[in-house]
Structure formats: structure tokens, C-alpha cells
């Protein structure tokens, strides 16, 4: 769980509360979950423990699993942090008015769990047993189900009040460094004098964002790209098979056309079969091949393995 939106710190004596955005103790924890922690060091930690690290610039809190050295690790096991600045010990988590004590007790249920969560995770077969499970639950018999529990869900544009909840939602889904959507949130998608790009968000009735594209362009990430570049397209398995997407991408072309643009592009991996229907469904087609050959140069060079295919819609 890494702590990057500090916006509920309160302290109390030597506890404080912190919310934050992130997946390392999922499902323990999830983003957007606060976590009340007692300060103390090292030596006021044991195995079992769920311990705040300061982990070079971020703030993290994963399992205990080792105390000589201090060595923590994430619930479903992964990379450990042998290296991290202990800052206190998790003594609590707080979701919506759920409260949930972690009292000392608990130590050797939660050393215990993680071992064996990230031995079972460590296994590709358990893996993709989860994912078809999680697949199920989110076909077409569930939609009904869905649809009431999250209500009328309502597709705009981000507005600067919008960003805790940005946050939140790319701690669970998205590969986008949260400074960088930040910056372009307070800084360029939200003004309205001279600006280019844009981004969308779904809500659900309590106010949680479960989808979510920007629309900018490559070159301030330094790609010789021309054009706006529909971005990060990416809808919660809560919402999905619901049309989301498709309002999403539409939303977004307003704006373009708002704007001033002709046309946009998307860039789309070319196994993401259900991405390509949607984007064809709004009116884009494959874009020329010396466009395409140019992306997926420069993709490549940043380090991008998947093959890429390139689309683009002219806007009337």
C-alpha cells in the first residue's frame, strides 16, 4: 500500500491517521482505506506486524517477516524491502465506517497468511484460477447485480476536486505515476484558457471513479508523436460490459472537437480485442502504416514488448 495521498493525517499522542492508494497489502487493504499507525522504531516491531515503511521517496506498509534484520514484504509476497526506514506500526484500518483493530494477537494469523498467500501467488496456475473466477463474476449474469449496486453511473470530464479520488483509482489500476497525473490534472487538463487534452472520469453514486482515459499528447514525454493521443483507457471489472468505454472515448472526442482538433489517435495493443471493438464502435479506423511503423519504434525504444495497432478518427 503505498501512501502517496497523505490526506488524512491527524495525530493523536503518538498515533496518527493516513490514507492512502495503493495495492501491497491488498485485499487486506485496499486504496483509499485509511490506516491508523503508532509511531515507534525497529525495535518496537515483530514478525506478523504490519509496518509503515519509508521506502526511498514513498511510504509503504507491508508485512513483517523477518526482524533480524527488519526485512517486510507485501501480503502476496513479491519484491521484500530489506532496506527500508521503519516509521511506525499499523495498529488499525478504517474502511468507509468499517474500524478494524490489528491488535498484537494477530501477529502470527497475519505472518502466517502472508506465507502462505504469496506462496499460493508465486504459482501461475493459482493465478489464473483467480482471474477466472474474477472473470465469471463480472459476465453478463452479474451486470444486473452490478448495475444496482453502483447506481447511475455519470461519464465526465475531471474537475481539479476530482484528484483524491484519481488517486485512489490509479493505486488500484493504473500504471501512470501518480505526480504525473497531478501535475496534468492541476496544471493542464483542468484550465481552460489555452489548453489542450483533457481526461474523463466514470462515478459511481458514492463518488468512486471506476474508469477512467486522458486525452494529450506523447511530446512532453519526450515521444516525436504529433496529435492528441487517447491515453490510459481503463475500466474497473465492477463496471465493465457496461458501456463505459464507449462513453468515455465519446466524451473525450467532444472535448477534441471543443478544442480546436481534427482528429485524434489511439494506440491499442493488438491482442486487447475487446479495446479494438470499442474504439472501432466510436469511429476510429487504422491509421496509415508509416504512423504505425513510427509508434511502435518508438514504444520499443522505451522499453514496450507488446506490438501495438494505431487508430485514428477524424473529428467533424
Known sequence: ??????????????QLWLRGAGRSL??????????????CEAEGLARGDVALMKVRRQLVAHV?????????APLLGGKKDPE??????????????????LPRVSRPTLFLGQRLLAGLWSRPKARAVFRRLRDFTVSGWSRPLRKRWLGELEVRLLRAEDL?????????????????????????????????????????????????AYLDDYRQEGLQLEGLWVR???VAPRARRMGVAFQIITCLMDEARRQGADRIFADIDDDNFASLRTFRRAGFRGSSTELTLQVNSEW??????KPLVVMECELN
Open 164 to 212: 483524491d479520488a484519481l488517486l485512489v483509482f490509479a493505486g488500484e489500476r493504473l500504471l501512470v505515476p501518480s505526480p504525473f497525473l497531478r501535475q496534468q490534472l492541476l496544471g493542464r487538463w483542468t484550465r481552460e484558457a489555452g489548453s489542450m487534452g483533457a481526461a474523463v472520469g466514470a462515478f459511481d453514486k458514492k463518488g468512486r471513479l471506476c474508469g477512467f
Open 64 to 72: 513483517v517477516v523477518s526482524t533480524q534484520p527488519l526485512v517486510t
Open 1 to 14: 500500500m503505498d501512501l502517496v495521498a497523505l490526506v488524512e493525517a491527524t495525530p493523536t499522542g503518538r
Open 84 to 101: 527500508g526506514l521503519p516509521l511506525g506500526r499499523i495498529t488499525a484500518l478504517r474502511r468507509g465506517s468499517l474500524l478494524l483493530p
Open 26 to 39: 491488498y485485499p487486506l487493504l485496499r486504496s483509499g482505506d485509511s490506516v491508523r499507525v503508532l509511531r
Open 300 to 305: 520499443s525504444a522505451s522499453g514496450g514488448i
Open 232 to 234: 490510459s483507457l481503463v
